[in-house]
């Protein structure tokens, strides 16, 4: 693989676009957009690259190669199923930059292919090569001494074998469903003896398939040495042992192959009388047997015969065939990961506390005498679970309300929520079930909360909560006061440590009442819209984002100081891309720092030649919004959970605050956001063909790695 190479799809538009005037909408503008899933592609091929960097401690490169295969994962699930379905029923309508769902699909394959060949080679080659060399070996059975294979088959007969079932096929065993994302092993059985030629069973005779389900209960890697750094591959063992699993039969080859399915859904919500017990019957469903066949990985050793044979099985063209030349399932060598080997990751982060929670003993005193920024994961997340705890336990608090997205297996927040509750607190947690992959946990915490005695609300109809927010209201003397913290990020303690994200403590009175209203929107049937400084998804955010940029490019056409910059996850919003390129053309200038998808085409002559699109892909997964505005000189700044995505703009609750402190908007703007933009380690930089190009520091230059930097700060 070639990093950066130019996406054979996306052309570059000359400079006849400078004499085209930007149309009211961009839909079906392919010269202006890039391709939603093709954008989301090179991202991945970006994550990708850090494994390929050799720099990289071995472990980390490890990492990263199991953070692509798991983003692939997703991807498959989600977006190739749905471009798939779309295929299925005929779908007409064009994607935004103008591609059928056939073109995206065939394109994903073109680009994908070669990205998943380079990840098994770095593996292969590179990555457990050098693990070896360390004396981390992972074989196969065959490559087992004798005492090895002993010790091997010890272990397969007592935790092994007892939980394996083969399912052969014949014609009294219909080919078996094949679960999602489960690895499975393909073998040609038949009778070691021919039958007697007067049986009258059907089933006797001929070569069948059978298939063996490795359970995920089961380490895919197996200790064999008394180092505890030699290890088996656990379907290399099955292989090994197929004779107990198939007495009396002769067993060919066995081949690893894995299933990927369609694993998103849509709640029919208004159909729906209780989103709880609906959620529940779908998670049900996804566990079963819900959900199309999407993609078919197989080993290479496979022969041509068996994967046709699954492949018409599961319902698949030969194009949705992956073959893997090394494991099947990347992740499952993080079991590698938890080796107490320092040496081989990167160094461990040391975090901090601000120094205004440091020197109050409570944290209401500090809060209430100013506003305290957190910068996650340099600033330890105990700083959030401590004000939970706190109000759970300080008498003078009276309420507490929060919204939770992604919380967590283990949450020491919702065990606080829980503990509030049973001092007699007013407790409220809004539980956002749709939260995609985390359904069943949320569903679990829901429960436990709601047995407590906390009001429990889940969620809205028709749209996902995803804004960070809490609010705690404390009796200070005759007065109530409102504590609030509003985030960029869920309140997930396990996430914190690996997403960079912006945190908010503040008892700023508008910001306090704004957040009131939004809770008796999200608890109750309120339709207030008139909120004094918060932007409010669906009510306001657009309009006001929309307004914001806007402004910006008429300082810039007066003459006055103009400037955007916005560190997003994804940009996919038509409405906000075209403001955007009206901006540039009324010459403001602007940097965006978006982590993956980015429909923004950047270079156009006349266009968009005022914007430059970086994106950062480090140790830790940048996940923080951050929204910068010159304001002709009155600069204005702002922190929240929303992209600039249709769905966050139109179809989820956001909640985007102002940074009001003159200290805190100097410290994002001139010490976050500038560190992000003066990066020339881990920084890539868009181009107008859709390619990514690492920035890299001159030979006398500084090197800046903004991941580094603010580990050090």
Partial sequence: MTTGAKPSSLEV?????????????????????????????????????????????????????????????????????GLMEELEEEVTELSPDGMTPAEQLKE???????????????????????????????????????????AADKYFAEKVFPVLTPQAVDPGHPFPYISNLSLNIGVMVEPAAQPDASANDA??????????????????????DETGKKFAFVGSLIAANTSALFPEMNCGQCHLFRVTRDADFEIREMEAGDLLRT???????????????????????????????????????????????????????????????????????????????????????????????????YTSYNTVTDFINAAARDPEVLAIKMCLYRTGRRSPIVQALIDATERGKQVTALVELKARFDEESNIEWARRLEESGVHVVYGMLGLKTHCKLALVVRREGESLRRYVHLATGNYNPTTSRIYTDIGLFTTDEEIGADATNLFNYLTGYSRYSKYNCLLIAPVNLRERILALIEREAAHASAGREARIIAKINSLTDLAVIRALYAASRAGVSIDLVVRGVCMLRPGIAGVSDNIRVRSIVGRFLEHS???????????????????????????????????????????LKAVVLDTYLRDNTKARELQPDGSYVHVRADAVGEKVDSQSFFQRA
């Fill in 13 to 81: 538009v000359g400079d006849e676009t400078s004499r085209v005037a930007l149309p009211p909408s961009l839909a079906h503008q392919k010269q202006f957009l890039f391709n939603r899933e093709l954008s989301w592609l090179e991202f991945n091929r970006r994550v990708l690259e850090e494994a390929l960097d050799p720099a990289q401690p071995v472990l980390e490169r490890l990492k990263f190669l199991s953070i692509f295969s798991s983003n692939l994962d997703e991807f498959f699930m989600v977006r190739v199923s």
């Fill in 203 to 224: 089933s006797v005779g001929g070569k069948r398939f059978a298939r063996i389900k490795i359970p995920p209960v089961v380490p895919r890697l197996i200790p064999v």
């Fill in 108 to 150: 994903i394959s073109l680009r994908l292919r070669p990205l998943v060949e380079e990840q098994t080679r770095c593996l292969q080659k590179e990555v457990l090569p050098q693990l070896a060399a360390r004396g981390i070996l992972v074989v196969s059975y065959g490559e087992l001494n004798r005492d090895e294979r002993k």
């Fill in 625 to 667: 919004r951050i929204f910068y505005f010159e304001n002709g000189g009155d600069k204005e700044l702002f922190i929240g959970s929303a992209d600039w995505m249709s769905r966050n703009l139109d179809r989820r609750v956001e909640v985007v605050t102002p940074i009001k402190s003159d200290e805190l908007k100097k410290y």
């Fill in 279 to 377: 959620m529940q019957q779908h998670l049900r469903r996804r566990r079963r047997r819900f959900g199309d066949t999407v993609r078919l990985e197989v080993s290479e050793t496979m022969p041509a015969e068996m994967v046709e044979y699954l492949t018409t099985s599961l319902d698949l063209t030969p194009d949705s065939v992956y073959t893997i030349g090394g494991p099947l399932n990347i992740p499952d060598l993080m079991q590698l990961y938890g080796l107490d080997l320092p040496e081989l990751k990167d160094a461990p982060l040391q975090t901090s506390v601000p120094v205004a929670l440091k020197q109050h003993k409570s944290v209401f005193d500090a809060v209430k005498r100013q506003d305290v920024l957190l910068h996650h994961p």
